[in-house]
């Protein structure tokens, strides 16, 4: 019996790791960057941080602080409304699962069209994602080194 694993990301770790990220986004030909965050990591100044590193690159990044603990399929649409409305080519989420399944939701949603929940279940999409990067701040959920997200549907409340 055979077992498939799938794990599409890129990992780096080690004491100011961070201070790589913006070269590392660069080179997946990114130039405007939704870096994806909650109001506590940008209020804290670790968005602005982490913004400062992609601009020294010659990135240009824009912050959504909407990803709320669980996010809702709201928050998804809300940062899919500050993508577009920015110009933005690629995403960036900071801080720990609930930033990075709603940074993964809002990728999605930018590649494929529709409403994240025309997702909800398995290999559903039909395009590739936006270039996309995950800076942890939080161990926990494995969030930044999967591929699926979970996203609470309001209508629903599921």
Do not use: W
Not at 42 to 56: H, P
Not at 70 to 77: E, I, S
Not at 96 to 112: L, T, W
């Amino acid at each position: 019996m055979s077992t498939y694993y799938f794990l599409p990301t890129r990992n780096v770790f080690g004491d100011g790791a961070v201070n790589e990220s913006g070269d590392l986004m660069k080179s997946l030909n990114a130039k405007k960057v939704l870096l994806v965050t909650d109001k506590f990591l940008n209020s804290s100044g670790m968005a602005s941080r982490v913004q400062e590193i992609f601009q020294k690159s010659g990135l240009e990044v824009h912050i959504f602080d909407g990803a709320e603990p669980n996010p809702t399929d709201k928050n998804v649409a809300s940062g899919v409304d500050v993508y577009k409305a920015n110009g933005c080519d690629s995403i960036v989420s900071l801080g720990g699962g609930s930033s990075h399944d709603c940074a993964k939701g809002i990728g999605v949603v930018i590649s494929n069209g529709g409403q994240i929940k025309d997702y909800e279940g398995v290999d559903l999409t039909h395009a590739p994602m936006v270039p996309m990067m995950a800076i942890n701040t939080t161990a926990g959920t494995a969030s930044e080194i999967t591929r699926f997200c979970i996203i609470t549907d309001t209508s629903r409340r599921v």
